[in-house]
């Protein structure tokens, strides 16, 4: 998912996402709801960051994209490192 602090780097990120060798079976531009992002996001409610999670995925537009390929999940994990780079693993 490109995320609305990225959204404007979108034709960089789906270039990207084309150089690794993915093929982009659906893409779809869409502005959560409030209701839409806390049942996206359900498995974090009762976390601290939560609130702040979901005004941030709710602020603008995001773009889903589902990735085909060998493996796409883990080559595309490993691409983008890990969900909270300030978190050493």
């Not at 995320?3 to 990207?16: F, H, L, N």
């Not at 079976?25 to 209701?35: E, I, P």
Request: charged share 20%; aromatic share 10%.
């Amino acid at each position: 998912m490109i995320k609305p602090d990225a959204i404007t780097r979108m034709g960089q990120i789906i270039s990207e996402v084309q150089n690794q060798g993915f093929i982009m079976g659906k893409v779809k531009l869409t502005r959560f709801t409030r209701q839409q992002a806390i049942n996206f996001y359900a498995e974090h409610r009762g976390k601290a960051f939560f609130e702040g999670l979901i005004n941030f995925i709710t602020s603008d537009f995001v773009v889903g994209m589902e990735l085909v390929g060998h493996n796409a999940v883990e080559k595309w994990r490993s691409i983008i490192g890990p969900t909270n780079a300030h978190v050493v693993t």
